[in-house]
């Protein structure tokens, strides 16, 4: 590859980096994960203490206040920070005690009950009484030092008090931004003109790690301790609920919502009065942890690869929230779908800021007869994009129309037709600019062609500006024609030249998920790169030749028979041919070779050395299979931190449960 100048590198990665963030913190979309995030932020660092020039006033390094920084010093915590099983339901509320009274040979423990705070955990050392080290919890062995910025939370003591404060304590808990403090903070951040946060939890992790402890003074953060790791010294705690009440002697915030509850009923009593009553709070809490009270017996209960056996997270039942509906818009997707999106008054829901919520197709707008000016409830359960549930028709005001999906396109004015037996409403235009960026957007992102410098805004201006009409067009995107656009410049243009000509060697996998096949995804598109080996072979193939092949199903064959039908999509690839776009290669291994040859896995929870993509990549490439059920066909289910369900059935079934460490050992065939 040609060295970037390093000017414009520094360009790119400073325009990356903004809207990485802005990504992240105002469409709570992020694209990048923290690591490859912090690589930029590291990248830009390197760089810009090499050439000095090059630090413009608005490099991200200079806004110490908007950038989450990696330089703090690392922390390898004494004990370390394991995280909780999730439980959903009162059925996994009763297996999980179920399996604590058997392993106390019957008997049924005291369980305390304590609310789940939705925020980021700290470990707090205070030695003869003075704070000395507070620390995030960072992949659970080693965290990152906030001392200084710990120091700035009123609620947190810097020194001890009572009678008897221990040589060394260590404790554990959720340092979180209070609901309004939240709320006046983003409203100062939107009059600066800075991006806002999307939610409370993702403020209080932005205002702890911040490098200028003054700034994070200015943040209102709160805390609440929730255990205690060690106490040197006498009056050591020896149960749960002796050690929150040891807590709060010692000046320490505990949370005074708890119960010890003594028994099954009494658990799903707590569990009932707070489902509700936790909307009244002042922060947010996102569930209940229960954990059992006699520490003797939870050391007895012990703990699995990743969780205590003594405590279980319960998690609230998806929440609702109503808002008004301000306007039903219709976008166009890539394969010209026509889906009607409802925009409405924002709302704090589960955590984040919704604004607006798909309403997936026709029918089912038509169903729930959304109408602009309607009250709705509005359902996001953890991550997931909201959904409206319900029109309370009782608020609905006069006069409100019936809303009629359009006949024509909005993008591109052409008529939409709705195929049949086909919910889905199409605009049949294949140059309409709507389908056309969407299609661009998706061949250039990271994980097809990886065209960096393309965002949304350029692929805008370059469709509205009729230089692109459609993928391959891409390929005949010259600096000279680029470089005077506005906000482009000659660097810009000739990075995104190169970047585009470098694109083309990305290989057969990449392009057949670039080009975007219905029902073929990233793993699909590998299936199919390593079974077909070229484009040409893949285009000759048969439903039947295609069904052969294990892991694609007769509507994935049909879809892609149907792609290769259409006289456009021929078109399409002799011009990426003509490009000199590389359209063959297996890209990687084929199955058979490798440590992991003929070993199945199934990936669960957060890992901390790697995204779940890249831990799928990496056992593909040692000849492995990633699978996303669990059977018993499965080899082992490598679990990161808050792992689904997945780990229950791993269990049930008897298969091995890993970690990171042993599939690491794995992929160098140690294991
Ligand atoms: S106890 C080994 N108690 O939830 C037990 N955690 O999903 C350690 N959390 O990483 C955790 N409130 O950050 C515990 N009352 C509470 C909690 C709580 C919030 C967080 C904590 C933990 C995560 C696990």
Redesign the pocket.
Known sequence: MVPVPPRQRHADLVAEIRRAGELYYVHDRPELTDAEYDAMVRELIALEEEHPELVTPDSPTQRVGGTPVTELPEVRHEVP????E?GYSPEDVDAWLQRVVERLDGRVPDVVC????????VSLVYEEGQLVRAAT?GDGATGEDVTPNVRTIRALPVELTGPRVPRLVEV???VYFPEKAFEALNRSREEAGEPLFANPRNAAAGSLRLLDSRITAQRRLSA?L??VARWEGPGAPATQSDALAALERLGLPV?PH?ALARGREAIGAFLEEWREKRRTLPFE?DGV?L?VDRLEDQARLG?TAK??RW?L?YKFPPEEATTRVTAIVVQVGRTGVLTPVAEFEPVLLAGSTVRRATLHNYEDLARKDVRVGDTVAVEKGGDVIPKVTRVLLDRRPDGAAAFEMPAACPACGERVVREDGAVAVRCVNPSCPAQVREAIRHFVSRKAMDVEGLGDERIDQLVTEGLVDGIASLYSLEVERLAPLARWGEKSAANVVGQLAKSKEQGLSRLLFGIGIREVGEKTARTLARRFGSVEELAKASEEDLTAVSEIGPETARAVREWFGRQANRKLLAQLRGAGVRMTGRDEKPAGEGPLAGKVFVLTGTLAGRTRDEAAAQIEGAGGKVTSSVSKKTTAVIAGE?PGSKLEKARALGVPVWDEEQLEAALEGRA
């Open positions: 920070l394991l995280s909780l999730n304590e609310l789940k705070i939705d925020g980021l955990s919890r554990r808990g959720e609440f929730y255990s949370n708890r809490t942890v954990k703990q969780f205590p405590a997270a808050d």
